[in-house]
């Protein structure tokens, strides 16, 4: 019998040879290791892991299914509250959160809830098994706009509903982040994240892309003139934020969002798309979040030799744990307490290097993480083609700029209840990214089920 | 799917393009653009909104191939489609969104270069809707190269043809144009917008600053989404760092930093020189350019 103190170990693809492709890193259990991994949880009473869920998926009862070998049971548990386990149970931050509060966690380690929910969700996929089908139509038109995990998952509850949904998107691909930003090799395209969007589809909600909220048409026009009774936002935080220092318009320098969306969206990685993506040779990503090991990882994949500099020490590192174990495990480079102050160019203005200073930690700072001071006299240049800006981003402002009585805060976010959604406008709901700023999938989730609620709320005292 | 009800060969490199599109016709304004997408593993490409007709719900656009991508286009007819066709985007021309009495004070003179004929022409057309007769230079290489004489003609005040050998209309390049209208003829102009090749913006707007006319240019940087969200339009205005496809694609000429933007268009241009030999050449395709190593 295996230790119970450990989890069963997940296989993955060996770092050698998964960092030459663009393939599941995590393979994922089989049943029988599934089922050997939920015999691990103790099924508490009052299971402290629901607390760490941002939608209280009924962790201990799922859990128990599994180990009896019921898996379909187990899939209907977490179709209670979550719409998109497949993709969740790859992309949520399970130390943080649900598999942070686990019990088993206080001696050994946390159950594998995760990966358990994952099993759950592909079994379910490859065995054809679909969401309960929606209520009779009511014929009431909701809009939402942004496809991703915000937008998808309103969309969905609104159409069990029983409304009428249309969701614009004013990309190509329906997704959001979860097709442009999040790479192949964590989450797969066609097998999960656009099963997943069928499956939204499969209820009735319709899919308009190529449709910029805006500029193709207005929230106001949606309201007054296509029919529609409210409106969700999840229009996400897509911009990107440079660091302004000199140099950074040289050709090589990109952000990580047109690095990825390159990559991702239009698959530049496949030789049958038309879309160029520059291969470096060496590579720095400057940042330390999610995004910063995803663009890290990625350049590695495109044969890069890939630095990620991040200005505080490992310990305060945004990413999740495992994305920057696997980015090690792969071959990328950490320079920490490193921060850049100039790109260097060549005569045609590409990237020749970087200029660096290196820091160190000095007294905690308004976050509560101890503030980087440069170290004087420490500057040194690194040589290098490609340098990707992972700063962070911001909501973009074209909704809010174009939407009569929608009010934004400081940061550019939408003002929007937490409990239902409600703006500042009536009948407009927001949710997602576009409110919080960068956040996560799963709290995106979260946001999109608590606004159709709202407006399940709002549409049936109007009537 | 966005259904291409014309499409035409133009003098020169030239093609024109009606495209089915009615959320766009609805919305857009002149200066504002669109993104087309062939299929399924095409490129996105930016494309000026060169006419609207908001009753039929369609787009024209003028392109010409440059690349694999643009090349590719050249072979769809009518009936065939775009997979994407997204806009309009970016800010419409401030001409059109700025106090009317105050635009109609102003002397306007638009400079066309090559292609760039397409983006000024609604501008034009517009102002002349509007009650404005503005003065327009359509420049070109050779005369096949000039493109929508008639339909410019037709909405302008007066159009001065140029060509770089003198095969057709006045000899020289625009700015020779600009100079002799302003110095030797007696023309004064209180604005002016010049939209063409980068290079031909550059020297316009050296041109326009030595005769004190405020210019106003149309940048055409790289991009990808359109939307704001890549920064890979990014340009430099002034002191400030501007995304093309939101803050513009209309920008004041004289704060352009046309060197480094005139570079950023070049980078990826080793990959495509390659992707459009590709294309060009179809299964005959064997090397020669020395990078791909034969049959890949
Ligand atoms: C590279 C990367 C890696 C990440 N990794 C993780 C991870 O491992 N785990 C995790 O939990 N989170 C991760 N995140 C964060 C997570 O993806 C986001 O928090 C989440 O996707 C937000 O969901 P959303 O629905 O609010 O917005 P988005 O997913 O951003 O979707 C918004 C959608 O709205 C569309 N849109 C925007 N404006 C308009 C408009 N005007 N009209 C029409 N459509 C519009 C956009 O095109 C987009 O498709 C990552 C993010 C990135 C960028
Ligand atoms: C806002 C905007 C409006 C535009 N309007 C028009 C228009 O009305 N008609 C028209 O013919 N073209 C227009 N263009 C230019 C057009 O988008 C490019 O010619 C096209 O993207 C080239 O695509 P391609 O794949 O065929 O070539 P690519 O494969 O992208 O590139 C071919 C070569 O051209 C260079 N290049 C890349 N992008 C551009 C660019 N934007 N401009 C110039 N050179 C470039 C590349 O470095 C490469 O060397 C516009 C561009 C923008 C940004
Ligand atoms: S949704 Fe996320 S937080 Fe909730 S149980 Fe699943 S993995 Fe954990
Ligand atoms: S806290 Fe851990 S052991 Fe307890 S129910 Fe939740 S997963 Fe099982
Ligand atoms: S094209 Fe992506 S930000 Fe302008």
Redesign the pocket.
């Known amino acids: 019998m295996a230790d119970v103190l450990k989890k069963v170990p997940v296989r993955e693809q060996a770092p050698k040879v998964r960092a030459a492709n663009f393939e599941e890193v995590c393979l994922g259990y089989n049943k029988e290791e599934a089922m050997e991994e939920a015999a691990r949880c103790i099924n508490c009473k009052n299971a402290k892991c629901v607390g760490g869920c941002p939608v209280s998926i009924n962790i201990p009862a799922f859990i128990h299914e599994v180990k009896e070998g019921n898996i379909e049971e187990a899939y209907k548990i977490i179709s209670e509250s979550s719409a998109l386990p497949a993709i969740c149970g790859r992309v949520c931050p399970q130390e943080s959160q649900c598999e942070g509060k686990c019990i088993r966690g206080i001696k050994g380690e946390p159950v594998s809830i995760g990966k358990l929910e994952r099993f759950v969700a592909d079994w379910a996929r490859e065995n054809g098994i679909k969401p309960p089908a929606p209520a009779a139509a009511n014929g009431r038109k909701v809009a939402v706009i942004g496809s991703g995990p915000a937008g998808l998952t309103c969309a969905g509850d609104l159409a069990k509903l029983g409304y009428d949904v249309t969701i614009f998107e004013a990309l190509h691909e329906p997704g959001g982040v979860l097709v442009y930003g999040i790479p192949e090799f964590r989450l797969p395209k066609n097998k999960v994240v656009a099963a997943e969007v069928e499956n939204v589809k499969s209820l009735g909600v319709k899919i308009e892309t190529n449709v910029i909220i805006g500029k193709s048409t207005t929230i106001d026009e949606l309201l007054n003139d296509e029919g529609f009774e409210a409106v969700f936002i999840g229009s996400g935080a897509g911009l990107p934020m440079f660091m302004g220092i000199p140099g950074e318009n040289a050709n090589g320098v990109f952000s990580a969002n047109e690095y990825l969306t390159r990559n991702n969206l239009m698959k530049a990685f496949l030789d049958d798309y038309?879309t160029?993506i520059a291969r470096g040779k060496k590579v720095a990503v400057v940042g330390g979040g999610n995004v910063a090991m995803d663009a890290a990882r990625t350049a590695l994949r495109l044969g890069a030799e890939v630095h990620i500099v991040y200005r505080r020490s490992e310990a305060e590192l945004p990413a999740r744990v495992e994305e920057v174990h696997h980015a090690k495990e792969e071959g990328v480079i950490m320079d920490l307490l490193t921060n850049p102050v100039e790109i260097l160019v060549d005569e045609n203005d590409a990237v020749k290097g970087m200029k660096c200073v290196r820091m160190e930690l000095g007294e905690p700072d308004a976050s509560g993480r101890r503030r980087p001071v440069e170290i004087p006299g420490s500057e040194f240049e690194m040589e290098l083609d490609t340098v990707i800006m992972s700063l962070g981003t911001s909501p973009n402002p074209l909704i809010s700029s174009t939407t009569i009585g929608l009010d934004i805060n400081k940061r550019k976010c939408i003002i929007a209840d937490e409990e239902t959604g409600k703006t500042s406008k009536e009948g407009v709901y927001a949710g997602g990214d576009a409110v919080t700023g960068a956040a996560t999938v799963i709290l995106a989730m979260g946001a999109g089920k608590a606004a159709a609620k709202g407006i399940h709320e709002f549409l049936s005292d109007k009537k | 799917m966005y259904k291409i009800k014309k499409a035409e060969k133009l003098t020169g490199p030239?093609y024109l393009m009606v495209v089915e599109a009615p959320r766009i016709a609805k919305h857009c304004l002149p200066g504002q653009?669109i993104i087309a997408k062939e299929d399924e593993k095409g490129?996105r490409?930016?494309?000026?909104i060169?006419d609207y007709d908001r009753e039929e719900g369609t787009i024209t656009?003028?392109?010409?191939?440059?690349?694999?991508?643009?090349?590719k286009?050249t072979r769809l007819k009518a009936g065939d489609s775009f997979r994407d066709f997204v806009g309009p985007?970016?800010k419409p021309s401030e001409l059109c969104t700025d106090d009317l009495e105050e635009v109609k004070k102003k002397k306007i003179l638009f400079v066309a270069g090559g292609?760039g004929a397409?983006?000024v022409y609604p501008q034009v057309k517009w102002l002349h809707e509007h009650g404005i007769e503005a003065d327009v230079i359509i420049g070109g290489r050779t005369k096949e190269l000039i493109l929508l004489e008639d339909e410019m003609k037709a909405v302008a005040g007066n159009v001065y043809i140029t060509t770089d050998d003198g095969s057709y209309g006045r000899t020289g390049v625009v700015t020779k144009v600009i100079e002799d209208l302003v110095q030797n003829e007696g023309k004064s102009y209180d604005l002016c917008v010049a939209i063409g090749?980068?290079i031909m913006m550059k020297f316009t707007c050296m041109t326009t600053k030595k005769l004190n006319i405020p210019t106003v240019v149309?940048?055409?940087?790289?991009?990808v989404d359109g939307t704001g969200m890549c920064g890979a339009?990014r340009l430099t205005v002034g002191d400030e760092v501007k995304f093309?496809?939101v803050d513009?694609?209309e920008f004041d000429g004289h704060l352009i930093d046309f060197d480094a933007a005139m570079k950023r268009?070049?980078?990826?241009?080793t990959e495509?020189?390659r992707?459009?030999l590709k294309v060009r050449e179809g299964d005959t395709h064997h090397g020669g350019c020395g990078n791909c190593g034969g049959d890949e």
Do not use: H, R
């Open positions: 038309d160029p | 030239n653009f490129e490409i930016p494309l000026t060169c656009i003028v392109f010409q191939p440059i690349g694999a991508s643009t090349e286009f985007l970016g292609v397409a983006p090749p980068m149309s940048m055409n940087p790289i991009m339009c093309a496809c513009g694609p268009q070049m980078m990826y241009k495509e020189g992707a459009l």
